[in-house]
């Protein structure tokens, strides 16, 4: 199970934690930061950054708990930073006896490894033969060693943490089957534990501070609740002191003088990464590293939000003051005589977890494509996380980075951004225009034509003639009250219902249907055909209103007095009209005729008149 997991219902990706990350150990997914668990050196200080709690490192509290459950005897090893975290309980025998309800039957101080180790760090300086060591107090510097520089192996000092230590003189002391509880503000101690699985340095469960806390509230310990009790032995001589940069060498007789020291001693992460990487490349520095990643462990991400530093290292220098008051010299030195030959020795290995170094021309292409091609275009101002804008193209050729990490290029793209928002809302302006005078002219059109189609219904109910419309189904689209009387009372009864005969099938209303049919299939208009309906006789003539989709059909009945009178009328017209036509034409023919006999006839007469005239001469 990875230390450190995302809830990614919380995370806003802020990059906040991409920014502190000295192992670039996160990875930025499509709407959440993601810990890339191979690399993570379980600083947790990505934990301590994120307002949002979107981050946070595996729990310890069940396991804790079922320890305490367990029959074998349970051993409670205590940071000594925990002056500086509880200060809000006055006196630390009451803290003890707080820790001793929860369950636990030993409650030691991690201060006396520290001592231990103190003059084992002693030797190592004494005994100098030209290398130069970098503490492993750390667990997190011990991760960041062994992933990344892996040319400073050698050089870590080759000691357990204190806590591993104090595991196994609690172990010599107490039996070597007790379960062991860490109480730590350090959150790296939970992947260091596990190395020292099945030997006396194990230690079974780490709890951090912010943990222990919510223990004593789930069980409702306070200091008013419980007897006060002291720490068991052995008790620590200026072990105490290790929280606090320099601490771990106070506790030596060391001297650490500016002019005389050949120890550096920092913390912080930015003093953290630096010193690593110039003790690495600078040969000037001819020191040994004494390294905290955070702040001094008072400052660890194992404690509560909000401690204030100084405030927490005043506690903790005032506890040991306190403490060395009543001190038992010789009792301290039994122990550390007693165990003066205890092996704290470790190895370190390489954790190959380096990733490739991208190509110049890969660099280059990601640096075109955000705009920065230029070194003046570089701004290098580390918002996304990373030094310069060149280890973020490495980052992003390697995958744990994107684009959108960049201000200035997301600046550059939501500003082409926003101005083609621009372009398109100036076109939606005016398509929002247009179809508003769209709009007014159809809802003008709409209304004419409203008005034209009742306009058109009027004078259909005032025409005396049947008149219906039909689709290409034979459906009704609209009929007058003529066209319902000529059908008959079961038509007249349905319009009452349905107004118009509006979709009745035409084919169960009349049996001339065909002819509208006829029409809509060939789009030739059938006029004045006569046909029986029943005892009726209709005169019907059927025209195309939509080719093929719509007709119209006008149907008189002939038997009406008025149409009859008006038909008898219109048909005389037409017998009248006929006559005169064959008259005319007859006239004409005769007058042809006429014409044509009287030029013979002339022609007769002239040539006998001729005739004659010859005759008389002879």
Known sequence: MPLIKTDQNKCNLSYTCIRVCPAKAIKIEKDHAEILPSRCISCGNCVSVCSQNALTYKNSEEKTLAILKNKSKSIAICDPAISGEFDDILDYRNFVGMIKALG???????????????????????????????????????????????????????????????????????????????????????????KFKGTDGEINEVLSFSELRNLFKEKE????????????????????????SHGLFQATDINLGLLDCEILSTDGRNNFIQSINEFQNDSSINKHLDLFYCEGCIMGPGSSKGGRKFSRRSKVIQYVKKRLRKFDNNKWAEYMLMFKELDLSRNFKVQNVILKTPSENQIQEVLVEMGKENSSNQLDCKSCGYETCIKFAEAKIQGLSKYEMCPSYTIKKLNNSNLKLEKINKQLSETKSALKKSEKEAKREREIAQEASETVSAMLQKLPSGVVIVDKNLKIIESNKSFVKLLGEEAIMLNDIIPGLVDADLTKLISFHKIFSTVILNGEDILNKDINFGSKLFNVSVFTIKKNEVVGGIIRDLYAPEVRKEEVIGRARAVIKENLQTVQQIAFLLGESASKTEKILNSIIQSHSVEDKHNDEQ
């Open 221 to 244: 310990i306070t200091e008013t609740s419980v007897e006060h009790s002291e720490f068991d032995p052995p008790i620590s001589k200026l072990g105490g002191l290790f929280p606090i």
């Open 104 to 194: 636990f039957d030993y409650v030691v101080e991690s201060a006396f490894g520290v001592d231990l180790l103190a003059a084992k760090y002693k030797e190592l300086i004494t005994d100098f033969h030209g290398k130069y060591y970098i503490s492993s107090k750390c667990p997190a510097t011990i991760n960041q060693i062994e992933n990344f520089h892996h040319e400073l192996i050698d050089n870590l000092a080759p000691l357990v943490t204190p806590s591993i230590a104090m595991a196994k003189v609690s172990r010599h002391l107490y039996g070597n089957d007790s379960n062991i509880v860490l109480l730590t503000p350090c959150v790296a101690a939970k992947t260091d534990i596990p």
